[in-house]
Structures are given as C-alpha cells and as structure tokens.
C-alpha cells in the first residue's frame, strides 16, 4: 500500500466527453427538445400520411391501408414521392381502393361540331379534326403538367384502370345503328397510347356499353354510355373521342369525360 500524502490536493472528479458537468446535468435545451419532437412527427407522417396536402398519401389504396376508417371522398396524393408541391387532388373511393383523376373540363356542350359528311363514314376525332375541339386534359388546369407527371408514376403503382364516357346525342348514333342493326356507326375512343377501343374488334380494345339511347334519328336526347377496363393501364385516359354519325346540320354531341380510376 502507498502511503498518502495529505498535503497533496483531492483529485479533480472524473468525466467521460458525453458527461455534463453537475451543474448542468438538469438543463434540457428547448431547441433541440422542440427539433426532435418535430422530427418525431414526420417520421410518424411519412410511415402513415394522412392524404392532406401537407402530407399526402402515395395512393388512395396506401391511404385505405393506413385509415381504414377514412370515408370516401377528396384528398391529396404523390405516387412520385417528391416534393409535396407537385401533389395532386383526386378522389378516393375508400371502398375499393381507387384513386380517380378528373378531367378538366369534365364535359363538352352539346351542339352541331361537324357539318361535313364524310363518303366513307369514317371516325373524325373531336380533338384532332374538329373546329375548336380539343383532346380531353386531366387534373388542375392550372398545373396540368404536375397531373401528367403523377399519372406516370400511379399507373406504375397499379393492376388495373377503368373509365366511363357518356356520349350524349341528338339525331347522331352513339354505338347500335337502329335501322342498320349493326355497329358500323359506332363511336371510337383514343386511350392514353394512341390506341383505338373500338365496338367491334380484339376484345381486349373493345369498350362495354351500359347505356344506348343513341341508337335512333328521332330528334330526341339520349346519351351512350361507354365503359373500358384494362390490366394494361397505360391506355387510360381517354384523350379524345371520334363519331361516326355526324356531317348534317341537325346532328349534335356533347361528351360527358368520366374520372379515370387506377387501384
């Protein structure tokens, strides 16, 4: 045993680097307290976003999966996981899982477009051919650009699309051709590839009709209700639509343009 000497002054207490002197070992500094608790609820957000603007869900199935309990309505999605400034608005149907895209406009006003007949009774597009007619655009019109970049990446994200399109008539054949009895004059739409879906044809480029009040020249309004639904969902949208029945001056249309849906 050495022998200790009482003249030698006590030994300065001992620290490790992360220790605090004594005098401080209570004090929390409110910054970072405030820092950590902020970083705490983003990290809880981006695990379960609430598909509000500020923190938007990357679908509407990724929503239903972390809320189940959310009704079906607006919210906020990014499907590319960016900035929060280029989410889109779209509706989510909570039930099964589909994010719908709105067109902008939604609709086209019935009137004559085309007062030229065609010989060969050939489809003449409402975007490409007609006078200030146009192909249908999707999501803000004010943003249109953010709303093609997101539909990229949520058909990356999805089985499957499905869209409806309302032809509404006047003296003008939307899909049966009551006097022929056939679809020769039925109308053609153009999906998001340049592909044409069609009455007739493929299956797997031909439309459903629930609805066809179009069939007869009687004067009257009726509307043909067109669905398509595909695995492949780079052919949605809808991006125009193309009569057949059209060129006299007592033939009108309008087109009613649908929500496309991705789940």
């Not at 022998?3 to 004090?27: C, G, I, Q, R």
Request: aromatic residues 8%.
């Amino acid at each position: 045993m050495g022998h200790y000497d009482e003249s030698m002054p006590d030994p300065l207490p001992e620290f490790t680097e992360d220790e605090a002197a004594p005098d401080d070992k209570n004090k929390t500094d409110p910054g970072v307290h405030a820092t950590l608790k902020s970083l705490s609820s983003q990290i809880e957000t981006m695990r379960s976003p609430d598909g509000s603007k500020k923190h938007p869900a990357r679908t509407c199935d990724d929503l239903k999966l972390c809320h189940s309990a959310k009704q079906s309505g607006e919210y906020w999605i990014d499907p590319n996981q960016g900035s929060v400034e280029d989410a889109i608005k779209v509706y989510c149907n909570m039930e099964t899982g589909e994010t719908c895209i709105s067109a902008n406009p939604s609709s086209v006003p019935r009137k004559t477009w085309w007062a030229s007949k065609s010989p060969d009774h050939k489809p003449i597009w409402y975007g490409l051919d007609m006078n200030r007619g146009s192909q249908f655009a999707y999501g803000d019109h004010q943003s249109p650009n953010a709303a093609i970049t997101q539909m990229t990446f949520l058909r990356l994200l999805s089985k499957e699309a499905s869209q409806n399109i309302t032809y509404i008539c006047k003296n003008s054949v939307g899909y049966m051709d009551d006097q022929t009895k056939n679809l020769k004059k039925a109308v053609v739409l153009k999906g998001a590839n340049d592909l044409d879906i069609k009455a007739e044809g493929n299956i797997r480029f031909r439309y459903i009709v629930l609805q066809d009040t179009c069939s007869k020249r009687n004067g009257n309004v009726g509307k043909t209700i067109f669905e398509y639904r595909t695995q492949n969902v780079a052919r949605l949208p809808i991006i125009d639509l193309a009569p057949v029945d059209v060129g006299s001056q007592d033939q009108e249309f309008g087109i009613e343009i649908g929500p496309v849906c991705f789940v």
